[in-house]
């Protein structure tokens, strides 16, 4: 082992979602340890790549064994190539293969909502359970979600399964980002809350003056945060507008149950911080609305544990099973200007004139490389037409 690295077994989560990266050190218990994060350079893959790179080598005292990444998009059945990620503007990207040139380090790619439903599994709600079938369902802005089946992830054939968000639910429904409509995300999410106490705010104003007294007074004005706060204040309009939202959440849950019967569903991402203003009336109606449900035991819905860290030590854990080595040794030039500089800090709080020059003619060295030129994956790719 190299001198100075802490001792372990260390894998590191990355979590590309929008607007940040956030890169995790995690243990094998699922102890996250260390963590940073910037933000997303958007559709620049290229970009991204260099923030990956950034990140980890400023984790350089752990000896990292491999690289679980959660992307929020589409990912081929093998694990290692981005097939569609529409927030960040990607199409057939073979991200696997350009951080192992880049890092050195084996490298598994994982759908984000897949890496988070593992980590509940594994370390968070589902942890001490007994049970080897699980759902999870994310409510954020839409709705994703990860299932376990039999202990393992749940990927399907081409890689691209458990996209709940788009079971569609209303024929000829709400309009969907998809391009169909009726879609479960446009009835559930936290945009669906926004758009139903907005509707509910306008037609009765005197009940949700707590509501609007949150924003700028209008209905067009209510954000999801002033419905959670006006809810837990007491707000009529606010909380029949969570009564509405798990609602909706219990009917796309009794649709995945009739065809999966899980022991239990996780609920994560945003909306859920509500808490029981959500999940209570989901629960009544998931009650009311499941088939057979006289002759077969309630499903256990739960709040998730490890909120915005789910991702990330989902995937650090899923990297522990990244298959053979890479087969190129990352180059010393290949680390980035800010690792290098980092060790140059590191040098002058030893009071070592030599190894301060040293790293500083290395960051130099590295940032020029960095300028001007392109990483041989990125470079040589041709786009599918």
């Known amino acids: 082992m190299a001198k100075g690295k802490k001792s372990g077994s260390f894998t590191a989560g990355v979590d590309i979602g929008g607007t940040k990266i956030a890169v995790g050190i995690v243990t094998p218990d699922g102890e996250l340890v260390d963590s940073n994060r910037k933000s997303t350079p958007v559709r620049d893959p290229d970009a991204v790549l260099e923030v990956i790179v950034e990140l980890l080598d400023g ?86 979600g990860g299932m376990v089946l039999g202990g393992a992830l749940q990927r399907g054939a081409n890689g691209i399964g458990a996209e709940f968000g788009h079971l569609r639910l209303v024929p000829d429904g709400r309009l969907c980002g998809c391009g169909r409509h009726g879609c479960w995300e446009q009835y559930a999410s936290g945009n669906a809350l926004v758009r139903t106490a907005r509707g509910l705010a306008s037609e009765r104003r005197p009940e949700a003056s707590v509501m609007l007294g949150l924003g700028d007074g209008t209905p067009e004005g209510v954000q999801g945060p002033h419905v959670t706060e006006a809810a837990q204040r007491g707000d009529e309009v606010a909380i029949e507008a969570f009564e509405v939202i798990g609602a909706w959440l219990a009917r796309g849950m009794v649709e995945v149950a009739t065809l999966l019967d899980p022991a239990a569903f996780v609920i994560g991402g945003g909306v859920v911080e509500a808490g029981d203003l959500l999940l209570a009336p989901a629960k009544r109606e998931y009650a009311a609305q499941l088939v057979a449900r006289a002759q077969r035991p309630m499903t256990d819905i739960i709040p998730a544990e490890l909120g915005n860290l789910a991702g990330i030590v989902g995937a650090a854990d899923l990297a522990r099973d990244h298959g053979p080595l890479p087969d190129v040794v990352r180059p010393a030039a290949a680390r980035s200007a800010a690792g290098t500089e980092r060790e140059a800090a590191v040098a002058a709080a030893t009071g070592s004139a030599k190894k301060v020059a040293k790293a500083v003619e290395s960051s130099t060295a590295a940032a020029k490389s960095a300028a001007s030129r392109k990483s041989p994956s990125v470079a040589s790719k041709t786009p599918k037409k």
């Open 59 to 144: 984790f350089s005292e752990y000896k990292i064994e491999a690289v679980g990444i959660g992307v929020a998009g589409l990912i081929d059945s093998s694990r290692s190539r981005v097939i569609f990620a529409p927030n960040l503007g990607w199409v057939e990207e073979p991200l696997r293969q350009q951080v192992e040139r880049a890092v050195g380090l084996p490298t598994v790619i994982e759908n984000d909502a897949n890496a988070a439903a593992w980590g509940e599994y594994r370390f968070g709600a589902g942890r001490n359970r007994g049970d080897r079938d699980l759902v999870m369902v994310t409510v954020g802005t839409g709705i994703g």
